[in-house]
């Protein structure tokens, strides 16, 4: 079948050069797709939009990419990384560097293919129709994440929880936001997001997280025993801050246990709650077993209004029983 095509196209276009001939026909494409090349299609201001310019502007755009990424690079490695501040800050600051050089860089662009500032104004105005049209979502992310760079209620690094979601922020890029979970799968939330709903940020103002642990002791516990086996355990767990130290409270009086809580103060497992609870949870269950303090089966008293005869007849059979040998 393909070579039956390839034997037709090679017969017409025979037929073609030898009606036309061959230098001729390649004169004449040459021509048409020159002027396919270089005619303007669309105008913006005093410019006009062909296919040569459209091509030259692509090739400038992404040699300006690799050079702002490069420029971007260098600024953080020789500069940024040498100065006393904080990581979210200094990826704000080489985001907008990056935002201006490239900004920059553009206009430049623009400016040397012949597209002159009152041309960008007539572009912006076309893309604010865009955008009015139908860009808006993508234009709030954005602006939400300008302010997420600007007001930095989250930062790179920070361990945040937004709805149901709950992970380490690893990027905040201009429509979106990274978000790492415990379970190391990357979730990428709109930027409108943390701008519009309510953000729980765990380490906002320092890297020190509390972390409670609830259990329950048997009726019969020394409740300062109790805290004071709790505090021990406490203080032998490597990660467990001395500062803030930590606390027992004493909850209140359960079904069929005496509730505490251990609260601990950590820096090392901000992002592992549940696995420094855990910790603590193997070796409370240790400390109590080696001291004698009971962890209670729950209790329930059952009170019965009406028996049959036999029930009856069983349960007195079993307390006559129980009061003869209590007697003997």
């Not at 913006?44 to 939009?49: E, H, M």
């Not at 501040?85 to 400016?111: C, H, K, N």
Request: aromatic share 8%.
């Amino acid at each position: 079948m393909l070579a039956f095509v390839a034997l037709v196209a090679a017969l017409l276009a025979w037929r073609f050069w030898g009606v036309y001939g061959v230098s001729q026909s390649i004169d004449s494409l040459g021509r048409d797709a020159a002027e396919l090349w270089i005619r303007p299609y669309v105008h913006i201001g005093d410019v006009g939009i062909t296919p040569a310019l459209l091509v030259e502007l692509l090739v400038l755009v992404l040699a300006l990419g690799v050079v702002t990424r490069l420029l971007r690079s260098a600024f953080s490695t020789r500069l940024l990384n040498r100065l006393p501040i904080e990581p979210g800050t200094r990826y704000v600051i080489e985001r907008f560097f990056s935002y201006a050089v490239f900004g920059f860089g553009l206009i430049v662009v623009l400016q040397s293919i012949g597209v002159q500032l009152d041309s960008l104004l007539a572009l912006g105005a076309a893309i604010g129709i865009g955008v009015g049209l139908g860009l808006q979502t993508i234009a709030k992310n954005f602006a939400s994440g300008l302010i997420l760079l600007l007001e930095q209620p989250i930062r790179v690094g920070d361990r945040i929880a937004v709805g149901d979601l709950l992970g380490d922020v690893i990027q905040i890029g201009g429509r979106s936001t990274w978000v790492r979970t415990n379970e190391n799968v990357v979730i990428i939330v709109p930027n409108a997001e943390f701008i519009e709903s309510r953000v729980v940020n765990w380490t906002a103002s320092d890297r020190s997280v509390r972390i409670n642990v609830p259990l329950g002791v048997s009726y019969g516990s020394d409740p300062e025993r109790v805290k004071e086996i709790l505090l021990g355990v406490a203080r032998l767990h490597p990660d467990v801050n001395n500062r803030p130290a930590s606390d027992v409270v004493f909850t209140g009086f359960g079904d069929s246990s005496l509730d505490f809580e251990l609260r601990i103060w950590t820096t090392k497992q901000v992002q592992t709650p549940k696995i420094i609870a855990s910790d603590l949870y193997f070796a409370i269950f240790k400390a109590f077993t080696e001291a004698g303090v009971e962890i209670p089966f729950p209790q329930r008293d059952l009170h019965l209004k009406t028996v049959s005869g036999e029930a009856k007849s069983a349960l007195g059979g079993q307390k006559q029983a129980r009061d003869e040998a209590a007697k003997a």
